[in-house]
C-alpha cells in the first residue's frame, strides 16, 4: 500500500520534472526563434544603409565585382569628392539646409501662435476658424499642386529660394492642431494669474506655454524638418535651375542622367541619407516618443 | 458744484470707465488673438483653400498657361479617361495600395505583437524599426534601384547562388509595381508600429487573463480581445496610410518613371506628366479633382465601416 504510493507520488514527480524540462525546452526554442525573428527584422532595415555605405566608399569597378556585402577593401573618399568638385552636391546640400531650416523655424513658430489662440484665447469666429482648419486636413497635398503652381508662375516666384519653402513657412494645419490639443491641457489658471500680473500674451506664450509644452514643440520640429528634407515634388516642379536645387532634385535629376554610375549615386544618397541618420541618433527617444505623441492626439 | 455732486456721479462714472476698460481690454485681446492667428491663417487661405477653390475652376477650361484659357465645360474630365489613360492609372494606383497597405499594416502589427513585451533588444528593434521613416524616399528609391537591378543587385545575386536568374525587377510589368510597393512598405511599417504599441499598451492585461480564464487560446485572444480593442488605432493606420498611399510619387519616379510601358504610371504621376510636361493645366486640375473624390470617399468609408464595429462592439 504505502510503496504503491509512493510510486505514484514518484511517477507524478517525475511527470512533474519531464513537464517542467519540456516547458523550459519549449521557452528554449520560443527564445531562440524570437531572436531569430527580431535578428532578422534588423537586418531588414539596416542592410540597405550598411550596403550603401560600402559601394559608396569603393570605386565602380569594385561595386561591379564584388558582393555588395562585402565592406570596401581600400575604402576611398573619392566618390564624395566627385560629387562635390565635379558636381553641385555641395550647393544641392547648403540649399536644402538653408531651406528646411527657415520652413522649420517659421512652421514650427506661426503654428505654435495660431495654436495658443485657438486654445487659449477668446475671439469671435474661433470654433469655426478651427473646423476650416481641421477641414483642410483631409485635403490631399497632390490636389493643390496644379493650383498653387499656377499662383506662384503668377507671382514670379517660381525659381526662387522663396517658391520652396513659402506654402510650408506660414503654418500647417495639422502643427496648429497638434499643439492647439496639447495648450488645452494647461490649465487656464495659469495663463489668468499671469495675466492679471500684467504679462502680455507674447510673454506668456514664450515663458509660460512654451517651457511647459517642450514636446510637443520638438514633435512638431522635428516633423517639419523631416518633411522639409525630405519634399521632392513641390521643389521639383518650382525650381528649374540647378544652382536652387535640393538634394532630393539634384539626386532625381543626377539618377536620370547617371543611374547606372552606383559609386556616385549611392554616394549621393547618402548625403541626403546621412544627416537625418544622425538627426535620429541624437533624437530618437524624442522621436520615438513623438510619433506616439501624434497618434494619441488624433 | 463739482465738489458737491463729485460723491455721487463718481460712482456710476467710475463704474462707466471701468467698463469701458474693459471692452478696451476685450478689443486689445482679440486684435491680439488675430494678430497671433494671422500667419497661419493667410498660409490656410493662400496655399490650401484659394488652391481648392482654383482647382475646380482650372478643371474646367483648356489652357497651357501662354494662351488666354478657353472654357470647355466638363469635356476635360471625359478626356482624361479617353486620352490620357488616367482611368489605367487609378486602377494602377488602386493595385499599389492594394499591394501595399494589407502588408504593411500586418507587418506593423505583428512587430509590434512580437516587441510588446520586454525583452533585452526589443527596444534596439522598436528603435532601428523606426529610422527609415526619417530617411528620403528618393534617395531610398536609388538604393533599391541598386538593391533590385539585375546583375549587380544583392536580390539577383542571392537568387543566383540559389540557382536561379532573378528578373529585372523593375523593367519587368509584373515586378515593378510589387518591388515599389516593397519600398514603401519598409519606409512606413516601423512607424505605423509605433502607434499599434501604443495601442497595445492601452489594453488592459486583465481582459486577457479573463479571457484565458474562459479558455481562449492565444489566437482567440488576439481575435477577441486584441483586434476589436486596437480598432482606434487601426483606423489611424489605414486612413493615413491610404490617404499617402493614393499620393505616392516620389519612389515612382526614381524607381520607374511609370514605367515599363505605363505599368506603373500612378494617378501623382500621370498628374505631374501632364500638368509639367504638356502643360496641359486643365486636365491635370480635373485628374486632381478625381483623385481628391476618390480619397475622400475612401476615407468616409473608412470611418463608417470603423463606427459601424465600434459601436456594435460596445453594444
Same mark, same amino acid.
Given at each position: 500500500?504505502?510503496?504503491?504510493?509512493?510510486?505514484?507520488?514518484?511517477?507524478?514527480?517525475?511527470?512533474?520534472?519531464?513537464?517542467?524540462?519540456?516547458?523550459?525546452?519549449?521557452?528554449?526554442?520560443?527564445? *531562440?526563434? %524570437?531572436?531569430?525573428?527580431?535578428?532578422?527584422?534588423?537586418?531588414?532595415?539596416?542592410?540597405?544603409?550598411?550596403?550603401?555605405?560600402?559601394?559608396?566608399?569603393?570605386?565602380?569597378?569594385?561595386?561591379?565585382?564584388?558582393?555588395?556585402?562585402?565592406?570596401?577593401?581600400?575604402?576611398?573618399?573619392?566618390?564624395?569628392?566627385?560629387?562635390?568638385?565635379?558636381?553641385?552636391?555641395?550647393?544641392?546640400?547648403?540649399?536644402?539646409?538653408?531651406?528646411?531650416?527657415?520652413? *522649420?523655424?517659421?512652421?514650427?513658430?506661426?503654428?505654435?501662435?495660431?495654436?495658443?489662440?485657438?486654445?487659449?484665447?477668446? %475671439?469671435?469666429?474661433?470654433?469655426?476658424?478651427?473646423?476650416?482648419?481641421?477641414?483642410?486636413?483631409?485635403?490631399?497635398?497632390?490636389?493643390?499642386?496644379?493650383?498653387?503652381?499656377?499662383?506662384?508662375?503668377?507671382?514670379?516666384?517660381?525659381?526662387?529660394?522663396?517658391?520652396?519653402?513659402?506654402?510650408?513657412?506660414?503654418?500647417?494645419?495639422?502643427?496648429?492642431?497638434?499643439?492647439?490639443?496639447?495648450?488645452?491641457?494647461?490649465?487656464?489658471?495659469?495663463?489668468?494669474?499671469?495675466?492679471?500680473?500684467?504679462?502680455?500674451?507674447?510673454?506668456?506664450?514664450?515663458?509660460?506655454?512654451?517651457?511647459?509644452?517642450?514636446?510637443?514643440?520638438? *514633435?512638431?520640429?522635428?516633423?517639419?524638418?523631416?518633411?522639409?528634407?525630405? +519634399?521632392?515634388?513641390?521643389?521639383?516642379?518650382?525650381?528649374?535651375?540647378?544652382?536652387?536645387?535640393?538634394? *532630393?532634385?539634384?539626386?532625381?535629376?543626377?539618377?536620370?542622367?547617371?543611374?547606372?554610375?552606383?559609386?556616385?549615386?549611392?554616394?549621393?544618397?547618402?548625403?541626403?541619407?546621412?544627416?537625418?541618420?544622425?538627426?535620429?541618433?541624437?533624437?530618437?527617444?524624442?522621436?520615438? +516618443?513623438?510619433?506616439?505623441?501624434?497618434?494619441?492626439?488624433? | 458744484?463739482?465738489?458737491?455732486?463729485?460723491?455721487?456721479?463718481?460712482?456710476?462714472?467710475?463704474?462707466?470707465?471701468?467698463?469701458?476698460?474693459?471692452?478696451?481690454?476685450?478689443?486689445?485681446?482679440?486684435?491680439?488673438?488675430?494678430?497671433?492667428?494671422?500667419?497661419?491663417?493667410?498660409?490656410?487661405?493662400?496655399?490650401?483653400?484659394?488652391?481648392?477653390?482654383?482647382?475646380?475652376?482650372?478643371?474646367?477650361?483648356?489652357?497651357?498657361?501662354?494662351?488666354?484659357?478657353?472654357?470647355?465645360?466638363?469635356?476635360?474630365?471625359?478626356?482624361? !479617361?479617353?486620352?490620357?489613360? !488616367?482611368?489605367?492609372?487609378?486602377?494602377?494606383?488602386?493595385?499599389?495600395?492594394?499591394?501595399?497597405?494589407?502588408?504593411?499594416?500586418?507587418?506593423?502589427?505583428?512587430? /509590434?505583437?512580437?516587441?510588446?513585451?520586454?525583452?533585452?533588444?526589443?527596444?534596439?528593434?522598436?528603435?532601428?524599426?523606426?529610422?527609415?521613416?526619417?530617411?528620403?524616399?528618393?534617395?531610398?528609391?536609388?538604393?533599391?534601384?541598386?538593391?533590385?537591378?539585375?546583375?549587380?543587385?544583392?536580390?539577383?545575386?542571392?537568387?543566383?547562388?540559389?540557382?536561379?536568374?532573378?528578373?529585372?525587377?523593375?523593367?519587368?510589368?509584373?515586378?515593378?509595381?510589387?518591388?515599389?510597393?516593397?519600398?514603401?512598405?519598409?519606409?512606413?511599417?516601423?512607424?505605423?508600429?509605433?502607434?499599434?504599441?501604443?495601442?497595445?499598451?492601452?489594453?488592459?492585461?486583465?481582459?486577457?487573463?479573463? /479571457?484565458?480564464?474562459?479558455?481562449?487560446?492565444?489566437?482567440?485572444?488576439?481575435?477577441?480581445?486584441?483586434?476589436?480593442?486596437?480598432?482606434?488605432?487601426?483606423?489611424?493606420?489605414?486612413?493615413?496610410?491610404?490617404?499617402?498611399?493614393?499620393?505616392?510619387?516620389?519612389?515612382?519616379?526614381?524607381?520607374? /518613371?511609370?514605367?515599363?510601358?505605363?505599368?506603373?504610371?500612378?494617378?501623382?504621376?500621370?498628374?505631374?506628366?501632364?500638368?509639367?510636361?504638356?502643360?496641359?493645366?486643365?486636365?491635370?486640375?480635373?485628374?486632381?479633382?478625381?483623385?481628391?473624390?476618390?480619397?475622400?470617399?475612401?476615407?468616409?468609408?473608412?470611418?463608417?465601416?470603423?463606427?459601424?464595429?465600434?459601436?456594435?462592439?460596445?453594444?
Amino acid at each position: 500500500m504505502s510503496s504503491v504510493t509512493t510510486t505514484a507520488s514518484a511517477a507524478v514527480a517525475t511527470g512533474l520534472a519531464t513537464e517542467e524540462r519540456a516547458s523550459r525546452l519549449g521557452r528554449g526554442v520560443r527564445l *531562440t526563434g %524570437f531572436y531569430l525573428l527580431l535578428l532578422i527584422i534588423a537586418l531588414i532595415f539596416i542592410l540597405p544603409y550598411l550596403m550603401s555605405v560600402f559601394a559608396a566608399f569603393k570605386p565602380l569597378p569594385a561595386i561591379l565585382a564584388q558582393s555588395p556585402l562585402r565592406p570596401p577593401t581600400s575604402p576611398t573618399w573619392s566618390n564624395f569628392s566627385t560629387l562635390f568638385t565635379q558636381y553641385d552636391f555641395g550647393r544641392y546640400l547648403a540649399n536644402t539646409l538653408l531651406v528646411t531650416v527657415i520652413l *522649420t523655424a517659421g512652421q514650427v513658430i506661426f503654428s505654435m501662435m495660431g495654436a495658443y489662440a485657438f486654445a487659449r484665447m477668446s %475671439f469671435p469666429g474661433r470654433d469655426s476658424l478651427f473646423w476650416l482648419y481641421l477641414m483642410t486636413l483631409m485635403v490631399p497635398n497632390i490636389v493643390t499642386l496644379v493650383p498653387l503652381y499656377v499662383l506662384f508662375a503668377h507671382s514670379h516666384l517660381l525659381n526662387t529660394y522663396w517658391a520652396i519653402f513659402l506654402p510650408y513657412v506660414l503654418g500647417v494645419p495639422y502643427s496648429v492642431f497638434l499643439m492647439r490639443q496639447y495648450f488645452m491641457t494647461i490649465p487656464k489658471e495659469v495663463m489668468e494669474a499671469a495675466r492679471l500680473d500684467g504679462c502680455s500674451e507674447g510673454r506668456i506664450l514664450w515663458k509660460i506655454i512654451v517651457p511647459i509644452s517642450r514636446p510637443i514643440i520638438i *514633435t512638431a520640429t522635428l516633423l517639419a524638418f523631416v518633411f522639409g528634407w525630405n +519634399n521632392f515634388m513641390w521643389p521639383l516642379i518650382v525650381t528649374n535651375s540647378n544652382s536652387l536645387n535640393v538634394l *532630393t532634385v539634384g539626386i532625381a535629376n543626377f539618377n536620370s542622367n547617371f543611374g547606372v554610375e552606383w559609386n556616385l549615386i549611392l554616394a549621393g544618397a547618402l548625403v541626403a541619407l546621412v544627416p537625418m541618420v544622425i538627426l535620429f541618433a541624437i533624437f530618437q527617444k524624442h522621436i520615438v +516618443n513623438s510619433i506616439s505623441l501624434t497618434g494619441i492626439n488624433r | 458744484m463739482s465738489v458737491a455732486t463729485a460723491p455721487t456721479a463718481a460712482l456710476p462714472k467710475r463704474r462707466k470707465t471701468a467698463a469701458a476698460e474693459d471692452t478696451a481690454e476685450r478689443r486689445r485681446t482679440i486684435r491680439t488673438a488675430f494678430a497671433f492667428l494671422a500667419p497661419s491663417l493667410i498660409g490656410v487661405l493662400l496655399f490650401l483653400l484659394i488652391p481648392i477653390v482654383m482647382v475646380i475652376g482650372l478643371s474646367l477650361v483648356q489652357w497651357n498657361m501662354l494662351t488666354p484659357m478657353k472654357w470647355v465645360g466638363l469635356s476635360n474630365y471625359v478626356n482624361i !479617361f479617353e486620352f490620357d489613360g !488616367f482611368g489605367h492609372s487609378l486602377i494602377v494606383t488602386l493595385y499599389y495600395v492594394i499591394l501595399n497597405i494589407p502588408i504593411q499594416t500586418a507587418f506593423a502589427l505583428g512587430m /509590434a505583437m512580437l516587441l510588446r513585451q520586454k525583452h533585452a533588444g526589443s527596444g534596439l528593434i522598436r528603435v532601428i524599426a523606426v529610422l527609415p521613416f526619417l530617411s528620403t524616399p528618393v534617395a531610398m528609391g536609388v538604393v533599391w534601384n541598386w538593391i533590385f537591378s539585375p546583375t549587380t543587385g544583392l536580390v539577383n545575386q542571392f537568387l543566383g547562388h540559389l540557382g536561379i536568374t532573378g528578373p529585372a525587377w523593375l523593367s519587368n510589368e509584373a515586378t515593378a509595381m510589387p518591388v515599389i510597393a516593397f519600398a514603401n512598405i519598409w519606409q512606413y511599417a516601423g512607424y505605423n508600429m509605433l502607434f499599434f504599441l501604443a495601442g497595445l499598451g492601452a489594453i488592459p492585461l486583465s481582459l486577457y487573463e479573463a /479571457a484565458a480564464l474562459d479558455g481562449a487560446g492565444k489566437w482567440e485572444q488576439f481575435r477577441r480581445v486584441t483586434l476589436p480593442l486596437l480598432r482606434p488605432t487601426m483606423l489611424f493606420v489605414l486612413v493615413t496610410g491610404v490617404i499617402g498611399s493614393f499620393q505616392v510619387f516620389d519612389t515612382v519616379y526614381v524607381m520607374t /518613371a511609370g514605367g515599363p510601358g505605363n505599368a506603373t504610371q500612378v494617378a501623382s504621376l500621370n498628374i505631374y506628366n501632364t500638368a509639367f510636361a504638356g502643360f496641359r493645366i486643365g486636365e491635370a486640375a480635373a485628374m486632381s479633382v478625381v483623385l481628391f473624390l476618390i480619397i475622400l470617399a475612401i476615407t468616409i468609408a473608412q470611418f463608417r465601416y470603423f463606427n459601424k464595429r465600434i459601436t456594435y462592439e460596445i453594444a
